[in-house]
């Protein structure tokens, strides 16, 4: 069941945002003892032809509450295992910030390694296996890339990404440049994985940690839909859900991104660890 916690507006440049209110916990802050803490390692995964710049706003955010990592895509075109390297380069312990193509590597990740992966956030993502739509859409997209080259695939995608074309304007450079600055092998290998990747929702099933959905209400690559059937598979998850927002949540809705990532960070991991309170820990569902 996804239940509803006390939302409250505020207004930031101007514009109505809904923030959810939850109790920090001591995490971050000085141990009993008088010493500080060590922050939690955040990695945030980006999306497809997208590099470090997408979560800029994010790492900003979370400055003094998380040391944040930015994984790129460099090496990904390489003949080599990815998610494997990724891991050996990553700590023991680590959180996972997921967007779009991003959220199918953090649950190959959490596939690979359950043990080490403290809490989990899918942005814009969903957990489905690659079907037959999905295959064909990826094969296109790359017969567009060989073809016509990284700035028509840009073009062709950008109506699905936001849900305002003022939000498409304002965006729209940085989406092309991000695109030209993608290596044609990596861009391969992204297509690739988007049509080979396995299905999640038993990797998110098992998973005990605090699960944070953030997700656009107009997103049309990564539905309600999809959504909801991540919350059905794991329904102590916190799914935020931003009204006029469409796919690209970092860009068209990082306040609110930013403010959903800091409260997850915030949480109690013990509550997770506790049967019970896995049987009755609430979600968020903001609208």
């Known amino acids: 069941m996804c239940w509803r916690v006390c939302v409250s507006s505020t207004r930031r440049g101007g514009m109505s945002e809904k923030k959810s209110k939850l109790q920090p916990n001591a995490e971050g802050k000085k141990r009993s003892d008088g010493g500080p803490s060590e922050l939690p390692c955040v990695v945030m995964i980006p999306g497809t032809l997208c590099d470090?710049?997408?979560?800029?706003?994010?790492?900003h955010a979370l400055r003094g509450i998380a040391n944040v990592?930015?994984?790129g895509?460099?090496?990904?075109g390489r003949n080599v295992d990815w998610a494997a390297a990724l891991l050996a380069q990553l700590p023991q312990r680590f959180c996972l910030v997921g967007f779009s193509l991003g959220g199918l590597w953090a649950?190959?990740?959490?596939?690979?390694?359950?043990?080490?992966?403290?809490?989990?956030a899918?942005?814009?993502s969903n957990a489905l296996g690659a079907g037959v739509t999905i295959q064909r859409k990826t094969s296109r997209l790359w017969r567009l890339w060989r073809v016509l080259g990284p700035g028509a695939v840009a073009q062709r995608v950008?109506?699905?990404?936001f849900h305002h074309e003022m939000q498409r304007r304002r965006h729209a450079r940085?989406?092309?440049d991000m695109a030209l600055s993608t290596d044609s092998k990596v861009a391969h290998a992204e297509f690739n994985w988007a049509a080979s990747r396995p299905d999640g929702h038993a990797d998110l099933a098992r998973f005990t940690g605090p699960l944070l959905i953030v997700s656009g209400a107009k997103d049309r690559l990564c539905t309600p839909a999809m959504q909801r059937s991540m919350v059905m598979t794991q329904p102590n998850a916190q799914w935020v859900e931003l009204p006029r927002v469409g796919h690209f949540v970092p860009l068209e809705a990082s306040p609110r991104l930013s403010d959903a990532l800091?409260?997850?960070?915030?949480?109690q991991t013990k509550s997770f660890n506790d049967d019970d309170s896995r049987r009755t820990a609430p979600a968020i569902h903001s609208l």
Do not use: C, G
């Open 73 to 76: 895509y460099r090496d990904l």
């Open 122 to 124: 899918m942005v814009a």
């Open 158 to 161: 950008k109506p699905e990404y």
């Open 262 to 267: 800091r409260q997850w960070i915030s949480l």
């Open 69 to 71: 990592k930015i994984v």
């Open 174 to 176: 940085m989406v092309h």
């Open 52 to 59: 470090e710049r997408i979560f800029h706003r994010q790492k």
């Open 107 to 120: 649950l190959e990740l959490l596939r690979r390694a359950p043990e080490r992966i403290e809490r989990l």
